[in-house]
């Protein structure tokens, strides 16, 4: 299986993040998936959902605990209609993540805050890749 590795480096990916947060190049708002695959490099990361994402990685990339390092990508399982949510680890226990504030922007909040707003368990994190990801 192709896991097409990012077109961007984690410093790049990050930055552009930032980038997101104070001057967006979109509307974010029940993006999350599209967020982290543009922030490394891809139109869409060749996924529905975040949690059918992280089921079509290959299993070496996946992680089970919340020691997410910078330019990660962190999963939760859950949601009302079950798509999950994913966000960029700042590697200092904070996402950048879409649908925080003011719904359309990107913000940087604390990750446990995730599962406890939205009521989604599951942390878990993987190395960014986009198995049927189309690039920018």
């Known amino acids: 299986m192709a896991t ?14 930032q980038s997101q947060v104070t001057r967006p190049t979109s509307d974010w708002r029940h993006d999350c998936l599209r967020f982290v695959a ?7 990361a060749g996924s529905v959902s975040a949690w059918e ?3 079509a990685l290959p299993e070496d990339l996946c992680h089970y605990d919340h020691s997410a390092p910078a330019g990660s990508l962190m999963v939760w399982k859950g949601g009302t209609k079950g798509y999950g949510h994913v966000a960029v680890s700042d590697g200092r226990g904070s996402v950048y993540t879409s ?5 359309d922007r990107i ?3 604390v990750a446990s805050a995730i599962g406890t ?3 989604m368990s599951n942390s ?3 190395w960014p ?6 690039a920018l």
């Open 4 to 17: 097409n590795r990012p077109h961007r480096s984690t410093a790049e990916a990050l930055t552009w993040c």
């Open 38 to 44: 543009n922030a490394y490099g891809y139109s869409h």
């Open 53 to 55: 994402w992280w089921h």
């Open 99 to 103: 649908g925080w504030a003011r719904g």
């Open 107 to 109: 913000a940087l909040v």
């Open 117 to 119: 707003r939205w009521h």
């Open 124 to 126: 878990r994190w993987a």
């Open 129 to 134: 890749a986009f198995p049927h990801g189309v």
